[in-house]
Structure formats: structure tokens, C-alpha cells
């Protein structure tokens, strides 16, 4: 695929399945802030254009023989991708965020004396948390819903039901808003940990907490991509028509 500088972060994302991965890799944010150019992201992020292009490529090689093809959620039923969204990146949050609520107020209490900016990662964490549970709650019971009835309804050639909060557009305005507020967590989360590293002196659990941290920075990060720029939009174009 011949990769192009001027197109934007979320369509390089949407358009090379392995893309997500280097943009982890190199920190170029391809969710809340998928609006700029490539080229210019690369720029921000004290990045050269010519090396972020090469690890693209080098990932779509790596990948091309694989059997199992990544499923292009462009063109799958809306539906699926929601239960996909659920079962996926909502069970693993949920199940993190409970695990680490303890981890953390154990390092904290062990290395808070020595390394004050734990303290910050403790409060970080929690708004974290208080954000994303009732977040996720009103996409399951209120947004994914109707998003779902209204696939179903498209491809039964019914007209799509008319929902309580007016347009999907609004609820879908709410989802990114609070997308943005839990990115610029994240962002600060790893200002403050200088990178997710752990001193010289930090014990396993330390260890454990920072590379969980990680992890679930990853996973949010896709998690927010799949919605902001594929199910949201597809959804909005799909109430539409």
C-alpha cells in the first residue's frame, strides 16, 4: 500500500490494521486527536515522517501472510461491532480497573515517601475510573442499544426506531467528549510516571501496576478508536439515510 503523508491519522488507522500498533509504539495518538495529518502528527511528536512510513510498512509485510485476516469493522454490521466493543475492550476495562484499584494503593503506600508523584497517579487513576464505569454503562444501556436496533431494523427494510434523546448525534457527542476527558488522563498518567518507568528502586508490584497501566492505556486507546471513528460515524451516516 502506497502510504500517504497528507492523510490523516484515523485514516491511515482505518485503512492499515497494524497501524494502531506502530502509533502505540511511537506514541502518535490515532484516537481523540485522529484529526491531524500524519505528516504533522509525526512533526508534534519530534518524529521523522521517513521512519514512522518505514515501521508501517515493515508491520504490513510481517503480517501479509497470516492466514487469519484482521476483520475490517468498516464493513461489518454495526451490531457486531458493538457485542465485539462489549465483550472485548468493556470486560477487559472493567476487570482492570477493579484489579489495579488495590495495586495502587498498595505501591502507593510502600514508595509514596520516596516518590511523591505517586500520589498523583493514585488520584489519576481513580478519576479514571469514576469516568469510564458510568461511561461504558450508558453506552451498554442506552447508546449500543439503539444503535443495534436501528442496524436491524435498516436491514430488514423497517423504518429505524425513533429514540428518546432526539438524533443519535447527541448521545454519540457526549461518548467523545468524554472520550477527549479520559485520553487527557491517560496523557497526564504517563506524564507523571515519566513513561510508565519504574525506578531503580520500585518492588515487582510496582512493576506490575506501571506494565498494567500500559496495557490498558493500549487497549483504551483502540477501544476509543473503534468507536470514535468507525461506529460513530457509521452510525450517524446510517440514522441519515
Avoid at 503523508?5 to 502518535?28: Q, S, Y
Avoid at 515493515?58 to 497470516?66: V, W, Y
Avoid at 466493543?85 to 495495586?103: G, M, N, Q, S
Avoid at 477527549?180 to 506524564?191: K, M, S, T, V
Amino acid at each position: 500500500m502506497d502510504i500517504s503523508t497528507t492523510k490523516t491519522v484515523r485514516e491511515l488507522a482505518l485503512e492499515i490494521p497494524e497501524a494502531t500498533r506502530v502509533f502505540e509504539k511511537f506514541g502518535i495518538d490515532y484516537c481523540c486527536g485522529g484529526g491531524k495529518v500524519f505528516s504533522e502528527a509525526c512533526t508534534a511528536a519530534g518524529l521523522s515522517t521517513d521512519e514512522v512510513v518505514q515501521s508501517l510498512e515493515n508491520a504490513q509485510r510481517e503480517t501479509k501472510s497470516l492466514a487469519d485476516e484482521t476483520i475490517d469493522w468498516r464493513t461489518q454490521p454495526l451490531s457486531a461491532l458493538t457485542c465485539h466493543i462489549v465483550a472485548k475492550h468493556h470486560k477487559f476495562t472493567r476487570d482492570e480497573l477493579d484489579r489495579l484499584i488495590p495495586l495502587v494503593s498498595k505501591v502507593c503506600s510502600v514508595h509514596g515517601d520516596n516518590h511523591a508523584e505517586l500520589l498523583h497517579v493514585q488520584n489519576l487513576f481513580q478519576d479514571l475510573y469514576r469516568d469510564l464505569i458510568p461511561h461504558m454503562h450508558k453506552e451498554e444501556m442506552v447508546l449500543f442499544p439503539f444503535i443495534e436496533q436501528m442496524d436491524q431494523a435498516v436491514s430488514a427494510g423497517r423504518r429505524a426506531p425513533v429514540p428518546f434523546f432526539g438524533t443519535v448525534q447527541n448521545p454519540i457527542r457526549m461518548m467523545m467528549m468524554e472520550h477527549d476527558r479520559a485520553g487527557e488522563i491517560l496523557r497526564e498518567l504517563r506524564q507523571v510516571s515519566n513513561g510508565f518507568n519504574v525506578p531503580s528502586d520500585g518492588c515487582i508490584s510496582y512493576e506490575t501496576l506501571y506494565k498494567a497501566l500500559v496495557a490498558l492505556e493500549e487497549d483504551l486507546h483502540e477501544h476509543i478508536h473503534l468507536e470514535n471513528n468507525i461506529l460513530f460515524p457509521r452510525a450517524a451516516e446510517m440514522e441519515e439515510r
